[in-house]
């Protein structure tokens, strides 16, 4: 008999084992038990012949009508027409003579392939198929299938759906007995069947009741293994060892506070006492921030900061982009005033110094930098990718805050925390969440505090759509409303997705085809690979992206002809983005063309209008991102979005949603059910690379709160689950995989 973690080889053969490790990735009999069905076809039902698409990879239940040799060309051809009832499709075999002993008028099978025409007719050409026995009699050949339900699986190449499904019969006949790792009061708290009747029941279902139970059980599986490895993590921070760090009534944020010239919202206040609580702790902070853009998550996180200033440590805040970096370098100085020159002439002696590194630093510059970090001169330092690197030496860091979380990789987080002697503490932030963070969010993989009340001041944002394809006027208009905010004083940005038109961008002539979803995700993400600034990647199938170098010249001399404009994007120098952020920011530029670097944290109060050209090419959550650089100060904001998109795509649905509501939060989970959860464990943001094969975040967010109950009361009781040796095998297995590398270095 066999076991889970033996290998298919030695139950289905080498070529088939072969073919489900080329397809599916596929090596034992667990991985192939996993692979569930998609739905159930009832027996007996016959599939809709009628409704099959040219290039669809299908799985048709028909019956033979004719059949027909005739030769061409040399060769024996063999026709085959099967019926369902409501139409009809030829089967066409070349030179196989003998499968016309077999393939007999009446007989009833699964015909698998890929949907072609000839003569205007449906066809598969070379199918694979499995006849049902004694096909004389239909009512009895469907009755000796195995099951009422037959199974219909995901598919690919020489693997169709019935194949997998006799691949898996084999398996389960061949299965000894399975051990449950779930305890048994689990299973009969929520009456859940064994996982080898699970198993049974979702591949072979006596009742569609049965295939549900098996499939809540194998989904409740994948939420409680996560929620114990999360439990398990979460208590192993709290075993760490960090140093306290206590706020005092009358020192440095006591006179940070008494300085600002607005008060704290609720919430601000709320989440402050929180981060204040964990710092107090022995142990380290460990916390998300998320809230909406413009909600004053920065001045939160700088509270946080001189939290740990004040006790004597340094705190180092991570931006994903130099213009952010700088861009924050310059709001904290402001708002710090006198307090961030301590030991100068301007300073005070309860400040602090503030550090500014990034890669464009010049020698002395850095020396400079690095000199005031390792002394502790420097209480705040601020730094991009470079604050990672080798030979930044910190004298004593108390405090990470990570800006833009999703635009890191968990590595990138930790090798910052590394360079602290104490375990440190960790506040990482995110304006309106993005697939993963949602996913993240949910299954509690940080302490959560949320931030949804705006600070007062802040003026809304109207948003349209601008569909091109079917009133192109408009665009005009577009251009219109930008001179009018101009001449009121105000200023405008305009996003492009693209830097350049150019073939050969940075020296290759060389494309890569890919998915313009892919190209967004993988910008979400913050992958080098798929900045803004190499443009190696060219959209599939679709039509040309508008580019900034071409857009602005072409506004400037035309529709724009006599404002100030200026180009922003990434392959710049950083002295000149640095000098045209200013410009801008001083009210220099009356109109901002750029790519997405000005996604995050750039603070202009004087700008009113966005327009984002080819809107539909962005991610919900980024276009969200976006237009909350419009609308910071008194005058409120417009933000069009441009799209070629059809009326009725879901691109286009997707910009309508944008446009319906200001509520990030909102917007995050419609981004979230579009585009799925990703790896949770690891970096694919989004799609069908997940991790999980059966748990969705937003579907089944009462099953995952059951799992996190179950997990916290286990790990409370029993933290290395010593009791329970198959499920601590099972987490410690999760623990091992590569992906969670990304989770557990946190």
Same mark, same amino acid.
């Given at each position: 008999?066999?076991?889970?973690?033996?290998?298919?080889?030695?139950?289905?053969?080498?070529?088939?084992?072969?073919?489900?490790?080329?397809?599916?990735?596929?090596?034992?009999?667990?991985?192939?038990?996993?692979?569930?069905?998609?739905?159930?076809? /009832?027996?007996?039902?016959?599939?809709?012949?009628?409704?099959?698409?040219?290039?669809?990879?299908?799985?048709?239940?028909?019956?033979?009508?004719?059949?027909? /040799?005739?030769?061409?060309?040399?060769?024996?051809?063999?026709?085959?027409?099967?019926?369902?009832?409501?139409?009809?499709?030829?089967?066409?075999?070349?030179?196989?003579?003998?499968?016309?002993?077999?393939?007999?008028?009446?007989?009833?099978?699964?015909?698998?392939?890929?949907?072609?025409?000839?003569?205007?007719?449906?066809?598969?050409?070379?199918?694979?198929?499995?006849?049902?026995?004694?096909?004389?009699?239909?009512?009895?050949?469907?009755?000796?299938?195995?099951?009422?339900?037959?199974?219909?699986?995901?598919?690919?190449?020489?693997?169709?759906?019935?194949?997998?499904?006799?691949?898996?019969?084999?398996?389960?006949?061949?299965?000894?007995? /399975?051990?449950?790792?779930?305890?048994?009061? /689990?299973? $009969?708290?929520?009456?859940?069947?064994?996982?080898?009747?699970?198993?049974?029941?979702?591949?072979?279902?006596?009742?569609?009741?049965?295939?549900?139970?098996?499939?809540?059980?194998?989904?409740?599986?994948?939420?409680?293994?996560?929620?114990?490895?999360?439990?398990?993590?979460?208590?192993?921070?709290?075993?760490?060892?960090?140093?306290?760090?206590?706020?005092?009534?009358?020192?440095?944020?006591?006179?940070?506070?008494?300085?600002?010239?607005?008060?704290?919202?609720?919430?601000?206040?709320?989440?402050?006492?929180?981060?204040?609580?964990?710092?107090?702790?022995?142990?380290?902070?460990?916390?998300?921030?998320?809230?909406?853009?413009?909600?004053?998550?920065?001045?939160?996180?700088?509270?946080?900061?001189?939290?740990?200033?004040?006790?004597?440590?340094?705190?180092?805040?991570?931006?994903?982009?130099?213009?952010?970096?700088?861009?924050?370098?310059?709001?904290?100085?402001?708002?710090?005033?006198?307090?961030?020159?301590?030991?100068?002439?301007?300073?005070?002696?309860?400040?602090?110094?503030?550090?500014?590194?990034?890669?464009?630093?010049?020698?002395?510059?850095?020396?400079?930098?690095?000199?005031?970090?390792?002394?502790?001169?420097?209480?705040?330092?601020?730094?991009?990718?470079?604050?990672?690197?080798?030979?930044?030496?910190?004298?004593?860091?108390?405090?990470?805050?990570?800006?833009?979380?999703?635009?890191?990789?968990?590595?990138?987080?930790?090798?910052?925390?590394?360079?602290?002697?104490?375990?440190?503490?960790?506040?990482?932030?995110?304006?309106?969440?993005?697939?993963?963070?949602?996913?993240?969010?949910?299954?509690?993989?940080?302490?959560?505090? $949320?931030?949804?009340?705006?600070?007062?001041?802040?003026?809304?944002?109207?948003?349209?759509?601008?569909?091109?394809?079917?009133?192109?006027?408009?665009?005009?208009?577009?251009?219109?409303?930008?001179?009018?905010?101009?001449?009121?004083?105000?200023?405008?940005?305009?996003?492009?997705?693209?830097?350049?038109?150019?073939?050969?961008?940075?020296?290759?002539?060389?494309?890569?085809?890919?998915?313009?979803?892919?190209?967004?995700?993988?910008?979400?993400?913050?992958?080098?690979?798929?900045?803004?600034?190499?443009?190696?990647?060219?959209?599939?199938?679709?039509?040309?992206?508008?580019?900034?170098?071409?857009?602005?010249?072409?506004?400037?001399?035309?529709?724009?002809?006599?404002?100030?404009?200026?180009?922003?994007?990434?392959?710049?120098?950083?002295?000149?983005?640095?000098?045209?952020?200013?410009?801008?920011?001083?009210?220099?530029?009356?109109?901002?063309?750029?790519?997405?670097?000005?996604?995050?944290?750039?603070?202009?109060?004087?700008?009113?209008?966005?327009?984002?050209?080819?809107?539909?090419?962005?991610?919900?959550?980024?276009?969200?991102?976006?237009?909350?650089?419009?609308?910071?100060?008194?005058?409120?904001?417009?933000?069009?979005?441009?799209?070629?998109?059809?009326?009725?795509?879901?691109?286009?649905?997707?910009?309508?949603?944008?446009?319906?509501?200001?509520?990030?939060?909102?917007?995050?989970?419609?981004?979230?059910?579009?585009?799925?959860?990703?790896?949770?464990?690891?970096?694919?943001?989004?799609? $069908?690379?997940?991790?999980?094969?059966?748990?969705?975040?937003?579907?089944?967010?009462?099953?995952?709160?059951?799992?996190?109950?179950?997990?916290?009361?286990?790990?409370?009781?029993?933290?290395?689950?010593?009791?329970?040796?198959?499920?601590?095998?099972?987490?410690?297995?999760?623990?091992?995989?590569?992906?969670?590398?990304?989770?557990?270095?946190?």
């Amino acid at each position: 008999m066999a076991r889970l973690s033996d290998r298919l080889k030695g139950i289905i053969g080498d070529r088939t084992a072969n073919a489900l490790l080329k397809v599916f990735g596929m090596e034992t009999l667990e991985d192939l038990l996993r692979h569930y069905p998609r739905r159930y076809a /009832v027996r007996g039902e016959f599939s809709d012949i009628s409704g099959l698409l040219e290039g669809d990879e299908v799985t048709v239940l028909a019956e033979i009508a004719a059949v027909k /040799v005739r030769r061409a060309n040399g060769r024996n051809i063999l026709e085959v027409n099967v019926t369902d009832g409501s139409a009809v499709m030829s089967l066409t075999f070349f030179n196989q003579p003998w499968r016309e002993k077999e393939l007999k008028i009446g007989k009833t099978g699964m015909f698998a392939g890929k949907v072609g025409s000839f003569n205007g007719k449906r066809q598969l050409s070379h199918p694979d198929y499995q006849l049902i026995p004694d096909g004389d009699d239909v009512d009895s050949a469907l009755a000796g299938f195995a099951g009422k339900f037959l199974p219909v699986y995901p598919a690919g190449g020489k693997m169709p759906s019935w194949k997998i499904s006799q691949c898996i019969d084999l398996v389960l006949d061949s299965l000894d007995e /399975v051990s449950d790792y779930l305890p048994g009061e /689990v299973l $009969t708290q929520f009456d859940y069947p064994s996982l080898i009747d699970a198993f049974k029941n979702i591949h072979k279902p006596e009742s569609l009741e049965d295939a549900q139970l098996a499939r809540e059980r194998l989904t409740f599986d994948e939420a409680i293994l996560l929620q114990l490895l999360l439990a398990q993590r979460r208590a192993e921070l709290k075993s760490l060892t960090a140093t306290p760090r206590k706020i005092s009534t009358d020192g440095l944020v006591s006179t940070f506070e008494s300085r600002l010239p607005f008060e704290f919202t609720d919430g601000q206040r709320e989440i402050n006492e929180e981060i204040s609580k964990d710092m107090q702790e022995p142990h380290p902070m460990h916390r998300l921030l998320q809230g909406e853009v413009g909600s004053g998550k920065t001045v939160i996180a700088l509270r946080a900061m001189l939290s740990v200033i004040e006790s004597g440590g340094q705190a180092a805040l991570l931006a994903p982009t130099e213009v952010l970096a700088v861009q924050h370098f310059k709001t904290i100085s402001k708002l710090l005033g006198e307090l961030a020159n301590a030991g100068t002439l301007q300073g005070t002696g309860e400040g602090t110094q503030i550090a500014l590194l990034t890669g464009s630093l010049n020698t002395a510059q850095r020396r400079e930098a690095l000199g005031k970090i390792a002394n502790g001169e420097a209480g705040l330092v601020i730094g991009t990718h470079a604050l990672i690197s080798e030979g930044v030496e910190f004298h004593d860091l108390a405090l990470v805050v990570v800006d833009e979380q999703h635009r890191f990789g968990v590595e990138q987080r930790d090798a910052l925390r590394m360079k602290a002697d104490k375990p440190a503490h960790l506040l990482v932030m995110t304006a309106t969440p993005i697939p993963r963070t949602v996913a993240m969010t949910i299954f509690g993989d940080l302490d959560l505090s $949320t931030l949804r009340e705006l600070p007062g001041g802040r003026s809304p944002i109207t948003t349209h759509v601008i569909p091109v394809r079917e009133k192109p006027h408009f665009l005009d208009r577009a251009w219109e409303r930008i001179k009018e905010e101009v001449a009121k004083g105000h200023q405008a940005y305009i996003v492009a997705p693209r830097i350049s038109d150019s073939g050969d961008e940075e020296g290759s002539s060389t494309k890569v085809k890919i998915s313009a979803a892919d190209i967004a995700m993988a910008k979400l993400m913050g992958d080098e690979e798929f900045s803004d600034e190499i443009s190696n990647y060219e959209i599939a199938g679709d039509a040309k992206m508008t580019s900034v170098e071409v857009l602005a010249p072409m506004l400037a001399t035309g529709a724009l002809k006599g404002l100030r404009l200026a180009p922003l994007h990434g392959r710049q120098s950083s002295e000149l983005k640095d000098e045209t952020m200013s410009a801008f920011a001083n009210g220099e530029i009356d109109v901002l063309v750029s790519t997405t670097v000005i996604e995050v944290g750039v603070d202009v109060a004087n700008a009113s209008v966005m327009v984002i050209m080819d809107a539909d090419r962005f991610g919900v959550s980024q276009l969200h991102q976006l237009r909350g650089r419009v609308g910071r100060g008194s005058t409120p904001g417009l933000c069009l979005l441009v799209s070629g998109a059809e009326q009725d795509s879901p691109a286009m649905a997707r910009l309508i949603a944008v446009a319906g509501t200001l509520d990030g939060f909102e917007l995050s989970r419609i981004d979230l059910d579009q585009r799925r959860e990703g790896d949770v464990l690891g970096r694919a943001q989004s799609g $069908t690379k997940s991790h999980l094969r059966l748990l969705r975040v937003l579907r089944d967010e009462d099953l995952i709160d059951q799992a996190r109950e179950v997990a916290t009361k286990l790990i409370s009781q029993d933290p290395k689950l010593e009791a329970h040796s198959e499920l601590a095998a099972q987490v410690k297995l999760l623990r091992a995989q590569e992906r969670s590398a990304f989770l557990d270095k946190g």
